[in-house]
């Protein structure tokens, strides 16, 4: 059984910093790219980022490059988004996804990512 779980949200201060975690099991994460997307309340759901299997290649959405890094630690199956300058607009479920593909290029197309996370809520508000 296939499970993303993710971990890190929570209530934040504008201007201030957060990393999320999203810890994998029941598939062999060197096989998957990795991504996140969050979605706010009334809006679809928006790409961020994603890492290829082996970490080498990241893709970053216009949106929040320059303050949001994708890294992942494949002797841990974990897969980390780290968050910086958040504004109010962050402001979403946060979810990680996985995507069957091993090669070095990477997606932001809802569709490619075969298993989601349940999400984690992350608030900016002062």
């Known amino acids: 059984q296939v499970q993303l779980v993710e971990s890190g949200g929570g209530l934040v201060q504008p201007g201030n910093s957060l990393r999320l975690s999203c810890a994998a099991s029941?598939?062999?994460?060197?096989?998957?790219?990795m991504g996140w997307f969050r979605q706010a309340p009334g809006k679809e759901r928006e790409f961020l980022s994603a890492?290829?299997?082996?970490?080498?290649?990241?893709f970053v959405a216009d949106s929040v490059k320059g303050r949001f890094t994708i890294s992942r630690d494949n002797a841990k199956n974990t897969v980390y988004l780290q968050m910086n300058s958040l504004k109010p607009e962050d402001t979403a479920v946060y979810y990680c996804?996985?995507?069957?593909?091993?090669?070095?290029?990477?997606?932001?197309?809802?569709?490619?990512?075969?298993?989601w996370g349940q999400g984690t809520q992350v608030t900016v508000s002062s």
């Open positions: 996804a996985a995507d069957p593909n091993r090669t070095q290029k990477t997606t932001g197309r809802v569709n490619a990512y075969e298993y």
């Open positions: 029941g598939l062999s994460f060197i096989t998957y790219a």
């Open positions: 890492v290829s299997w082996s970490g080498g290649s990241t």
